[in-house]
């Protein structure tokens, strides 16, 4: 079973930035499409990013030139760096892992099997 901790949340000012990191134990890190979520109260969890296994990236409309995911296989570790932050932004993090990635990028709910707790993170304006 894999099982996914995210971290490095917290409250910062608009224009500030965060840096979000998620810890795989167990299965094969490498193998896997990786992504982050986010869902803000009253809404329904949205796709932030994801990276596929050969390092290729997709980012949400909203967040791109803004947000950058990297993952680190060696440490079983998927990063968001979050710049120029916005009090939209407020939300919690999830990160998630897709263990059958296809050709193209994962950004449906439904495409990942595993999921971390979340992190919050709030923008103050």
């Known amino acids: 079973q894999v099982r996914l901790v995210e971290s490095g949340g917290g409250l910062v000012q608009a224009g500030g930035s965060l840096r979000l990191s998620c810890a795989a134990s167990?299965?094969?890190?490498?193998?896997?499409?990786l992504g982050w979520f986010r869902q803000a109260p009253g809404k329904e969890r949205e796709f932030v990013t994801t990276?596929?296994?050969?390092?290729?990236?997709y980012y949400a409309s909203s967040v791109k030139g803004r947000f950058t995911i990297s993952r680190d296989n060696a440490e079983n570790t998927v990063y968001l760096q979050m710049n120029s932050l916005k009090p939209e932004d407020t939300a919690v993090y999830f990160c998630?892992?897709?263990?059958?990635?296809?050709?193209?990028?994962?950004?449906?709910?439904?495409?990942?099997?595993?999921w971390g707790q979340g992190t919050q993170v709030t923008v103050s304006s």
């Open positions: 990276i596929r296994r050969d390092g290729g990236t």
């Open positions: 998630a892992a897709d263990r059958n990635p296809g050709p193209f990028y994962s950004t449906a709910n439904q495409r990942y099997d595993y």
């Open positions: 167990g299965g094969t890190f490498s193998t896997y499409a």
